[in-house]
């Protein structure tokens, strides 16, 4: 029997493409809000079809991008290391993120004013290891002050593809010792890394990643994806998982999509034997 | 030498598992840095972090910035520099517990913010400050005086990594590889020449520290050559490369074998004891050449050109000859008075003496060992230094060739090298 799973999600009312902090974004390009409520619940449906019980985040009228839970934090256990964003488009939401986590039992904790640091988005644990995306949104620097804090071990890779901006757009732990990933979002050293570190790592092909195949949320052996990624959901039936599409092309013109949606508060699958 | 751009940088976390070390490493040297690992501790656990505490090097500041800028990015932060530490001497003749042992290379130490240079450069041996003036140098272990101001620790002193000279294109920067008995020797041979060249041009002295083989191959004609051509100014050698020369010179024997043909003469084994007893008869080889008992050899052709020599003897030697200085720790004192101001030393057919030297010398003084046996030459290599141009061959063959070079005149010596 798959345990609970906890997910906090932020619906949808303020959404919408206010400016541009990523590739993906164009403000002429604008988010269809009534299309976006729709698919963010049939992701939610989806999810809850897959055992999980979700947690909601008030959304804030000027704060767009609130929905992108994922970016809120990166739990550990009881404990909440609150985002510090590096765009100011995006600081007006660590103050509300601070509050959910304080108000909802988790010790949040912040780091130092000089790092940038976004949350599970740019860190995601597989096995008992943290893996760390740095460069472009987040600092090194802070993956090793949350090393020292959590005393696990914290594997940095550098993202040097824009459109990947976040670890979660290139990398998904399955299990603890599978992973989804494509490779070109990494630099050379990060790929060796991660395939010195990770037994079973399933490429995914530009067009699916594109599509944003990695941003996956996993629920047990559910992998629920944005559509458009057959091949990788082949494979992932071809390795025991079921594999769940749902639309979310309202969020990718924003940059994000399925696992961006979502924050795991009672830890991930990936971190489970 | 213009002092390169340093500066010290640290880095920890997951540093080898996530490769973040070797890309640090990477950049540095992709960027036209280079760097020193001075110290680093691997986590043993695998959550445990690792830390690395590095010394990159640059050739100009604004390179150096923008390697620290670049590194930054990957964790690696510039440390915040202490000026070093000093503890007082409490006795004669050794260091304070966790004094700093020094390298070869060029060093400074940071004295109220500032870095000062530290004179005299020897690896395995101490740092001494005076207090009064800020004077940094290098002191060895026996010559420590009590109430001297003596650094321990790391902190505050750095190590600057030999770099290479990329205006110079010269034999050091291309036959550095491993040594080996299958160089082409002529080419090397002749960088060798336009070395010592250099060194005379610029008024450094040369150095020469030599074997008794340079004697038993009949090489001690070429040597004399070279002495009488202004190519040497210092002579660093032991009992025996003295004792055999004025041999030659007394009996035409180098242990009683005919130079001239090889044979062993009659009672020739006695001719290197009778060279000795003669020579202590006199009251010393300088002696030997005022008086005309000595007329040749390497031996009087330096006592005649004031070639500034020093024999340091060993237990197994005859005699030995009264210049011989047979307390090893006055005789190591007096080779280091006689360092100063040589820019290139040339080692020929000796093992000990070459390490003893290899191992006064500063990094940066150009070396050249020239040794039949490849693990001498290998020896003084893992000198560290680039510096150091190890050649396998008989001495012989390369002391004809150089003086062909040096004093017939450049491309003299044989085009395809020396037959060996």
């Given at each position: 029997?798959?345990?609970t799973a906890r997910?906090l999600?932020?619906?949808?009312d303020?959404?919408?493409i206010?400016?541009?902090?990523?590739?993906?974004?164009?403000?002429?390009?604008?988010?269809?809000?009534?299309?976006?409520?729709?698919q963010?619940?049939?992701?939610?449906?989806?999810?809850?079809?897959?055992?999980?019980?979700?947690?909601?985040?008030?959304?804030?009228?000027?704060?767009?991008?609130?929905?992108f839970t994922?970016?809120?934090?990166?739990v550990?256990?009881?404990?909440?290391?609150?985002?510090?964003?590096?765009?100011?488009e995006?600081?007006?939401?660590?103050s509300?993120?601070?509050?959910?986590?304080?108000s909802?039992?988790?010790?949040?904790?912040?780091?130092?004013d000089t790092?940038?640091?976004?949350?599970?988005?740019?860190?995601?644990?597989?096995?008992d290891?943290?893996y760390?995306g740095?460069?472009?949104r987040?600092?090194i620097?802070?993956?090793?002050w949350?090393?020292?804090?959590?005393?696990?071990?914290?594997i940095?890779?550098?993202l040097?593809?824009?459109y990947y901006?976040?670890?979660?757009t290139?990398?998904?732990?399955?299990?603890?010792?599978?992973?989804?990933y494509?490779?070109?979002?990494?630099?050379?050293?990060?790929?060796?890394?991660?395939?010195?570190?990770?037994?079973?790592?399933?490429?995914?092909?530009?067009?699916?990643?594109?599509r944003?195949?990695?941003?996956?949320?996993?629920v047990?052996?559910?992998?629920?994806?944005?559509?458009?990624?057959?091949?990788?959901h082949a494979?992932?039936?071809?390795e025991?998982?079921?594999a769940?599409?749902?639309?979310?092309?309202?969020?990718v013109?924003s940059?994000?999509?399925?696992?961006?949606?979502t924050?795991?508060?009672?830890?991930?699958?990936s971190?489970?034997? | 030498?213009?002092?390169?751009?340093?500066?010290?940088?640290?880095?920890?976390?997951?540093?080898?598992?996530?490769?973040?070390?070797?890309?640090?490493?990477?950049?540095?040297?992709?960027a036209?840095?280079s760097?020193?690992?001075k110290?680093?501790?691997?986590g043993q656990?695998?959550k445990?972090p690792?830390?690395?505490?590095?010394a990159?090097?640059?050739?100009?500041?604004?390179?150096?910035?923008?390697?620290?800028?670049?590194?930054?990015?990957?964790?690696?932060?510039?440390?915040v520099?202490?000026?070093?530490?000093?503890?007082?001497?409490?006795?004669?003749?050794?260091?304070?517990?966790?004094f700093?042992?020094?390298?070869?290379?060029?060093?400074?130490?940071?004295r109220?913010?500032?870095?000062?240079e530290?004179?005299?450069?020897?690896?395995?041996?101490?740092?001494?400050?005076?207090?009064?003036?800020g004077?940094?140098?290098c002191?060895?272990?026996?010559d420590?005086g009590?109430?001297?101001a003596i650094?321990?620790?790391?902190?505050?002193?750095?190590?600057?990594?030999?770099?290479?000279d990329?205006?110079?294109?010269?034999?050091?920067?291309?036959?550095?590889?491993?040594?080996?008995?299958?160089?082409?020797?002529g080419?090397?041979?002749?960088?060798?020449?336009?070395?010592?060249?250099?060194?005379?041009?610029?008024?450094?002295?040369?150095?020469?520290?030599?074997?008794?083989?340079?004697?038993?191959?009949?090489?001690?004609?070429?040597?004399c050559?070279l002495?009488?051509?202004?190519?040497?100014q210092?002579?660093?050698?032991?009992?025996?490369?003295?004792?055999?020369?004025?041999?030659?010179?007394?009996?035409?024997?180098?242990?009683?074998?005919?130079?001239?043909?090889g044979?062993?003469?009659?009672?020739?084994?006695?001719?290197?004891?009778?060279?000795?007893n003669?020579?202590?008869?006199?009251?010393?080889?300088?002696?030997?050449v005022?008086?005309?008992?000595?007329?040749?050899?390497?031996?009087?052709?330096c006592v005649?050109?004031?070639?500034?020599?020093?024999?340091?003897?060993?237990?197994?030697?005859?005699?030995?000859?009264p210049?011989?200085?047979?307390?090893?720790?006055?005789?190591?004192?007096?080779?280091?008075?006689?360092?100063?101001?040589?820019?290139?030393?040339?080692?020929?057919?000796?093992?000990?003496?070459s390490?003893?030297?290899g191992?006064?010398?500063?990094?940066?003084?150009?070396?050249?060992?020239?040794?039949?046996?490849?693990?001498?030459?290998?020896?003084?290599?893992?000198?560290g230094?680039f510096?150091?141009?190890?050649?396998?061959?008989?001495?012989?063959?390369?002391?004809?060739?150089?003086?062909?070079?040096?004093?017939?005149g450049?491309?003299?010596?044989a085009p395809h090298?020396v037959r060996v």
């Amino acid at each position: 029997m798959t345990p609970t799973a906890r997910i906090l999600m932020c619906p949808p009312d303020h959404f919408g493409i206010h400016y541009e902090i990523n590739p993906w974004m164009r403000r002429e390009r604008p988010a269809d809000a009534e299309a976006a409520a729709e698919q963010w619940s049939a992701l939610c449906a989806a999810l809850r079809a897959a055992g999980a019980e979700l947690a909601l985040l008030d959304p804030v009228p000027g704060l767009p991008d609130l929905v992108f839970t994922a970016n809120a934090a990166l739990v550990f256990r009881e404990r909440a290391f609150v985002s510090r964003f590096r765009h100011a488009e995006r600081r007006g939401e660590e103050s509300v993120d601070a509050e959910w986590f304080a108000s909802n039992g988790f010790e949040v904790e912040r780091l130092p004013d000089t790092l940038f640091f976004e949350g599970a988005g740019d860190a995601l644990f597989c096995g008992d290891t943290l893996y760390a995306g740095y460069r472009i949104r987040s600092d090194i620097q802070a993956h090793q002050w949350i090393a020292r804090r959590i005393d696990r071990r914290v594997i940095p890779l550098e993202l040097v593809d824009p459109y990947y901006y976040h670890l979660d757009t290139c990398f998904c732990p399955l299990t603890s010792s599978a992973a989804l990933y494509f490779p070109p979002a990494f630099d050379a050293y990060a790929r060796t890394a991660l395939v010195e570190q990770i037994p079973t790592l399933i490429e995914v092909e530009p067009d699916e990643a594109r599509r944003f195949a990695c941003n996956a949320v996993v629920v047990g052996r559910t992998v629920v994806t944005n559509t458009g990624c057959p091949r990788l959901h082949a494979r992932l039936r071809a390795e025991g998982f079921e594999a769940v599409e749902t639309p979310l092309d309202e969020f990718v013109k924003s940059g994000g999509s399925a696992k961006c949606l979502t924050l795991r508060l009672d830890g991930e699958e990936s971190t489970r034997t | 030498m213009v002092a390169p751009f340093v500066s010290e940088v640290e880095v920890a976390g997951h540093i080898i598992d996530g490769l973040i070390l070797p890309k640090i490493l990477d950049c540095i040297t992709a960027a036209g840095g280079s760097f020193q690992i001075k110290r680093i501790s691997v986590g043993q656990e695998r959550k445990d972090p690792s830390y690395a505490l590095l010394a990159v090097t640059a050739p100009s500041q604004d390179q150096l910035e923008a390697i620290l800028a670049d590194i930054r990015d990957h964790g690696a932060a510039p440390i915040v520099e202490h000026d070093c530490r000093l503890e007082t001497a409490d006795r004669d003749g050794a260091f304070p517990e966790g004094f700093y042992a020094t390298t070869n290379q060029r060093t400074e130490v940071r004295r109220r913010g500032e870095w000062v240079e530290v004179r005299d450069q020897e690896m395995d041996c101490g740092i001494a400050v005076d207090p009064a003036t800020g004077a940094a140098r290098c002191v060895a272990m026996s010559d420590v005086g009590r109430g001297q101001a003596i650094v321990v620790g790391y902190h505050g002193v750095r190590a600057h990594p030999q770099t290479r000279d990329s205006e110079r294109n010269d034999a050091f920067e291309f036959m550095n590889s491993a040594v080996s008995t299958e160089k082409p020797k002529g080419v090397a041979i002749r960088q060798v020449a336009d070395e010592m060249r250099r060194s005379r041009d610029l008024g450094q002295r040369i150095l020469v520290v030599a074997g008794p083989a340079v004697i038993h191959t009949g090489s001690g004609g070429h040597f004399c050559e070279l002495i009488r051509a202004g190519y040497v100014q210092t002579l660093f050698a032991g009992n025996a490369l003295a004792t055999h020369d004025i041999e030659q010179a007394l009996f035409g024997t180098s242990l009683g074998v005919r130079l001239d043909r090889g044979d062993i003469v009659e009672a020739g084994h006695e001719h290197h004891l009778r060279t000795i007893n003669r020579i202590r008869r006199v009251g010393g080889i300088r002696r030997a050449v005022a008086t005309g008992l000595l007329r040749q050899g390497i031996m009087y052709e330096c006592v005649r050109r004031n070639v500034d020599f020093l024999l340091a003897g060993s237990i197994r030697d005859d005699g030995p000859l009264p210049e011989v200085m047979t307390d090893v720790i006055e005789a190591q004192s007096a080779m280091r008075q006689k360092l100063a101001n040589v820019g290139f030393c040339l080692m020929v057919a000796t093992t000990l003496h070459s390490i003893a030297v290899g191992n006064l010398l500063p990094a940066w003084v150009r070396v050249v060992c020239v040794d039949i046996n490849p693990s001498t030459v290998i020896k003084l290599n893992d000198r560290g230094s680039f510096q150091t141009l190890g050649i396998v061959t008989d001495v012989e063959p390369f002391l004809r060739a150089l003086v062909d070079e040096l004093v017939k005149g450049p491309g003299a010596a044989a085009p395809h090298g020396v037959r060996v």
